[in-house]
């Protein structure tokens, strides 16, 4: 089956500074790539997602790069802000499946 | 209903016990998932209802788990004969299946914390 990994575990930056958050799956036929982030004690909220048929997706401070070849994509967020702060789930999928969720990376913004 | 919504909120169970939780997905959305979180970790896939078809049970962990869903409504997440290791917060979600199985982002219910003493 699919596997998701998920890396940094823990990601720790200044305000103002860029984060960048790397998954890698498994399996060639995934073709849906969401990105949800959980704030402390409460629930995975979707962020940002992109399908197989895009290479970017940019939603203001985030944005999404997809690398169909090397089976991997990754989170970018620019001008953190303290808010910011929560803990970072990557995903994938194929159709007929549910989600594969990474590991997750708890992300820190101090100011 | 504008949200999923899962009850209980929290449970207290004794080792042995059998528990039910439920989840009353999106109208409309004909998926819906169950996920185990143990403290400070990830999202363990546990169970995939889509439609009329035959669940996807691959995520569950032993055959103490099981889970029902009444068409395209409500589902229950059982767990017989409780242990401690099952203590977690168990999430559902729901979501839409698009055309060519094109995937769309799962909402979450606010899970129903389990604790096994």
């Known amino acids: 089956g699919e596997n998701v990994e998920q890396h940094p575990s823990t990601l720790s930056v200044q305000e103002g500074d860029s984060a960048v958050i790397k998954c890698t799956y498994s399996?060639?036929?995934?073709?849906?790539f969401p990105w949800y982030k959980q704030e402390l004690g409460k629930r995975p909220q979707l962020i940002i997602d992109i399908r197989s048929n895009v290479g970017e997706k940019k939603d203001q401070r985030i944005a999404v790069t997809l690398n169909k070849t090397a089976k991997h994509f990754s989170l970018h967020i620019t001008e953190t802000q303290p808010e910011d702060s929560a803990v970072y789930f990557c995903a994938s999928r194929k159709a007929g499946t549910a989600l594969i969720f990474g590991k997750g990376t708890t992300l820190s913004v101090s100011s | 209903g504008a949200g999923v919504s899962q009850s209980p909120s929290n449970k207290v169970t004794e080792k042995g016990k059998d528990v039910e939780l439920r989840c009353d997905p999106i109208s409309g959305h004909t998926a819906l998932y169950w996920y185990r979180q143990r403290l400070g970790q990830g999202l363990e896939f546990l169970i995939y209802?889509?439609?009329?078809?035959?669940?996807?049970k691959s995520g569950l962990p032993s055959d103490r788990f099981s889970a029902e869903r009444t068409g395209e409504s409500v589902s229950t997440l059982t767990i017989q004969r409780t242990q401690q290791e099952d203590s977690a917060v168990y999430l559902c979600?729901?979501?839409?299946?698009?055309?060519?199985?094109?995937?769309?982002?799962?909402?979450f219910g606010s899970g129903t914390r389990l604790t096994v003493v």
């Open positions: 399996d060639s036929a995934s073709n849906y």
């Open positions: 979600a729901s979501s839409l299946v698009g055309q060519g199985a094109q995937g769309y982002g799962y909402t």
């Open positions: 209802f889509q439609g009329n078809s035959a669940p996807d």
